[in-house]
């Protein structure tokens, strides 16, 4: 039997306004209160101990979110019905199947969650009124990652970064913080798994030092990285891989911990069946050396056929029962062409046998259909190779393509293609290290040129997987949460309106107030911050900063080159002087140190040439004055790394650049 108390509850709640299906339109906040307005500052956050773990992880957050904004520390409880919820203002969170209160609110028809119900991450934010003992703001979710994705762009809406721990951006005082009432349904993303590849150049270093508990890459770095994309609304993760760092299941709290955040795990194109191959192969026959034993033998498929698939399948054994992706097919240790063919055809041989071999261990290890398991071919070097040559690929494996390393794409779906079962992605550069020429420190790709190029990939079918090679996290901050946004709404930022994501995304983080140089105010700091980054990104465009030293400028050229990045620089030094005291560390992070450091070591590298030029040329008196300069901006150089390195927070980011 209802009871009367439900009855009178349902009866008196009215279907409110339904918003957007874009997280643009996502319930306005507000700090003055308003009639009917949700008050969340003073909320008690509550959720089902019996739903998904990611869902209680993301209503902590937002507690902690909350307080970071007010103060105020939000409450935390759980219950299982609705008989049971705490007086007054409280922020019910849950997902469909998964939470008895939602479930229960369905029921009385209280909330109507037709809309997302089976979707892919998809959500609702409702505001209900509970007579005499307050209103709730529902948040369900379609899946966990639905629920978690509904509270975290709440922590955004309220003026909570989701770079508040990775750039130091520090969110705005508020009194107090008023939702929007309503009704909000988020459909499903257009891109269905969406994340970052760490291509660890520099992070090891700084994460062993930030981890000085375990000396290496483990937990409490990982936390951060998943915490991160929650925040970016993203869900996959290739993870860190280089010999600097440890490799990522050498600590089974990393896969657990990822599960417990939603995340779901993949590995790079050179790392079959979740495995490091430098870490976990490499290394042991390195240690085994060093006992004088055999250890794992070459990793050669011809000739080591059965251990290798031993070590492959003791991981799917292990991590099984987790959501991940399975990379299939077949290279050498630590993106090296694979050891044992000497042909194309022998390479095709080998890699169909590989993976035939990969799907059967899948088969007798995890279950589900095999078709049910998300396995991917990532087309990069010879894989593509062999792709084109003869390959067979089973329909319901995903074809990852490539773009050919400096942000173009190269390959994409043709129509039969683009009818795959497994569909397609792409996995793409926003940092790079290898040959021809690496671009491993600044992160020079324009929004409007990525907007472009996703786009395209997107049209011709790549929408199951977008992953970002994004080195170590920083300092693509910008870039990373444009390609995520994109990812998550592709038609939000396309390719005729992208060139206006950095002022919307300056005004999120650092506001768009006019800011006053003494007697007088100044433009808006959001265009302000536009107008730097678009020369930043035009004239990254004709030379990244890790390219210049070879690209053949002219005299005119080079001169006209270091005014525009002189110019460049002050602007973004003079407009770091106006930043309020709280977000100085974040501008010198998101803005101040790219821009003048671009600035530094393009002059740096062109009067290095045009010197050895002139004293070539007999020009002595250029070229000790270039010369000079150029010691000038070394030593500057380094400084302003140091200054990175050494004096945010006083010294959190230790040891991580290395210009």
């Given amino acids: 039997m209802i009871s009367k108390a439900i009855c009178l509850f349902c009866s008196l709640f009215v279907m409110l306004p339904i918003h957007g299906n874009s997280v643009a339109d996502f319930p306005k906040v507000s700090e003055k209160a308003q009639t009917d307005w949700f008050p969340l500052g003073e909320a008690t956050i509550c959720t089902d101990a019996g739903d998904y773990k990611v869902v209680t992880i993301a209503a902590q957050m937002l507690a902690d979110d909350v307080e970071r904004v007010t103060t105020a520390r939000s409450t935390l409880a759980s219950a299982t019905s609705l008989k049971k919820l705490p007086h007054g203002a409280t922020v019910v969170a849950g997902t469909v199947g998964h939470s008895r209160i939602i479930d229960e609110l369905v029921r009385q028809k209280a909330i109507d969650v037709a809309a997302i119900k089976g979707k892919w991450e998809s959500y609702i934010v409702a505001t209900l009124s509970r007579p005499g003992q307050g209103q709730l703001l529902v948040i369900a979710g379609s899946d966990r990652r639905g629920t978690a994705f509904g509270l975290t762009t709440l922590s955004e809406a309220i003026g909570v970064s989701p770079w508040y721990w990775w750039a130091d951006v520090t969110p705005q005082h508020k009194k107090a913080i008023y939702v929007e009432p309503g009704t909000f349904v988020q459909g499903e993303p257009s891109v269905q798994y969406r994340g970052i590849f760490i291509n660890d150049e520099r992070f090891g270093g700084w994460a062993r030092w930030a981890e000085q508990k375990h000396g290496k890459v483990g937990p409490e770095t990982y936390k951060r990285v998943f915490e991160l994309l929650l925040r970016l609304k993203a869900n996959y993760l290739w993870p860190a891989m280089h010999p600097g760092t440890q490799a990522f299941n050498d600590n089974p709290e990393n896969a657990r911990l990822a599960d417990d955040y939603a995340i779901v795990m993949g590995s790079s194109h050179c790392e079959q069946m979740l495995r490091n191959n430098e870490g976990e192969w490499k290394a ?99 894989v593509l190779e062999a792709y084109h ?227 070539t040329a007999g020009d002595s008196i250029g070229a000790m004055k270039d010369a000079n300069r150029v010691r000038q901006m070394f030593d500057s150089l380094n400084e302003w790394t140091r200054r990175y390195n050494e004096d945010i927070l006083d010294g959190k980011w230790q040891q991580f650049f290395n210009w």
């Fill in 389 to 615: 040559n003869g390959l067979k690929v089973p329909e319901d494996v995903t074809l990852l393509w490539s773009d050919d390393k400096h942000g173009y794409c190269r390959n994409l779906c043709n129509p039969e293609e683009m009818k795959r079962k497994g569909g397609a992605g792409i996995y793409y550069h926003l940092s790079y290290h290898g040959d021809p020429a690496s671009w491993i420190w600044l992160s020079p790709l324009s929004t409007a040129f990525l907007s472009s190029e996703l786009t395209k990939a997107y049209t011709y079918g790549a929408r199951k997987i977008w992953v970002f090679n994004v080195g170590d996290i920083k300092p693509a901050e910008k870039e990373i949460s444009f390609v995520m946004d994109l990812a998550w709404d592709i038609h939000r930022w396309k390719p005729s309106e992208a060139h206006n994501y950095i002022k919307y995304w300056a005004a999120k983080t650092f506001g768009n107030e006019r800011l006053r140089v003494g007697e007088h105010s100044s433009g808006m700091v959001a265009q302000e911050i536009a107008d730097i980054q678009a020369g930043y990104y035009r004239l990254q465009t004709a030379g990244k900063d890790a390219h210049v030293w070879f690209i053949n400028y002219s005299a005119e050229q080079i001169e006209q080159r270091i005014a525009e990045w002189r110019t460049l620089k002050a602007h973004a030094t003079e407009l770091g002087s106006r930043i309020p005291e709280s977000l100085k560390d974040a501008y010198f992070e998101l803005i101040s140190y790219p821009v003048c450091g671009a600035a530094m070591i393009n002059e740096y590298q062109l009067l290095a040439r045009r010197s050895m030029v002139r004293a």
């Fill in 284 to 382: 042991v026959n390195q240690r085994a050396k060093e006992r004088g034993e055999e250890g794992l033998g070459d990793f050669n498929y011809i000739t080591n056929r059965q251990t290798m698939q031993n070590y492959w399948e003791t991981r799917v054994k292990t991590n099984g029962r987790y959501e991940n992706t399975y990379t299939l097919g077949l290279r050498g240790i630590h993106d090296y062409p694979m050891e044992g063919a000497n042909t194309t055809a022998e390479r095709v041989a080998l890699m169909q046998q590989a993976i035939d071999d990969q799907r059967d261990m899948l088969r007798r290890n995890i279950k589900k259909p095999i078709e049910e398991i998300q396995q991917v071919l990532c087309t990069y070097e010879e």
